[in-house]
């Protein structure tokens, strides 16, 4: 709890020097069933969301503040309920109440900006919970399009209708942003209709979506627009038959694309480039063509939030490339005790990062054993793993499950995530016995049963 109340006085110090403002969450959970509560921040769709894990007090109360300099979105996760992508502002100072056994009747917040989270609550059960009509539309995706147009207008109207009843008392950047998330869901409707029955391409389709229709600051800011602006994207390339074959050769087509047909800002383009270039760094780190691909969007991209991120994330990467010094790190392990990366100098180690909740870490996980069987005559071959669980979390966890080789949690320490591209999990590396990487580019344990990983193991460290 110390811990946790100088970080708030950090942030409050930080604010009052920058000018920046800070999003305040209060609350208290009624009938709790554990301690914690996860929030999820997202201040943009390219940079990585903030997680923060809260810890309620013995009166269920929890708080948190967070600076923020605009608009974004927030997760809330108690359990298996909770808020998804629901937005928040600079200046809010929300207060929660809610009962852990009836989550959906008892939510109620309050407070400076709660009454956004109002209308979110009755657009909730409007259009999800009394009927859901995601489940609704696709139901009717063999009508003519004439009547299914018919269908997504009406939607459109009702979803506008109880917006504009909440417009004097919401901001409007609120407004105008969930506009822009209400256009968007109605355009991936009529985009999945038109693709759904081969209308998508033809000569009609150029009328069906007004992309310039909203503010481009908001066209960028919007979830729901963004993810169909990016179907929207990959099915025009699909109709004009253009397979691009690499990396670069997709880049190059989506600044063409946008640019010459003129269909988007140019904000926008920035955005789907940089999630792009970032799921590119994400599958295959540091090689020549990222390097060239990062090279244009520094040069094409004028976002410096999405410069920033990428530059540093591939920077980072680089770093990790074979031949350099594996970052050093000292962890603990589920006894409390210190494991420090330079306690296994004169040995090789199989790094690995997971998480409890990681389906594909715990796939890959239950082929460990296999792999760590046939090497366990090589004594100078380690396996070490780090989660990046809570700290409660990792423990529950290692005491329910056999965990091959040596495990640690990164705790407090998110510089080892940063250091080690640990963002996404799971995440694999291979160190030898000076302390260099030696390959980042591990295959998975659970690929053919652990045979592929045994033979990359072999011809790397054995094989020479």
Known sequence: MKSLRLFFILLFIAARVSGQSTFKLRGEVAHPDGSNLIVTVYRNWVEDPQDFTLTLDDRNKFAFEIILDEIGYV????????????????????????????????????GKGSQKWVYLLEQKRVFEDEKDWDLEVQKLNKISKKGFYELSNFLLNEQMNLLNKYKASVSDEFYTLKRADIIGKINMYNLEFLVSNNLFGKQQQANDFDLRILNPRLQNKSQDYGLFIEAYLENYAEAKNYNPKTHHQEFVLIKSFFLDLDLVDKSVVERILASKVVSYLDLEGYNDENELIVGAFQEFCKNKVYNNYVVSKFNKLKALKPGNDAQPFALSDGDGKTVELKDFKGKNVFLSFYASWCGPCLNDMSFLPIVNNYFKDQKDLVFLSVSVDTPQDFNDFVKNQQITGINVNIGNNTKVVADYAAESVPKYYLIDKSGKIIAESIIEPSADEGRALIKQIERILYLK
């Open 75 to 110: 997760d809330i996760h108690y359990g298996d309920v909770g808020l998804y992508s629901w937005i928040i502002e600079p200046n809010d100072d929300i207060y929660l109440k809610f009962d852990r056994s009836n989550f959906d009747k008892t939510f109620m917040p309050v």
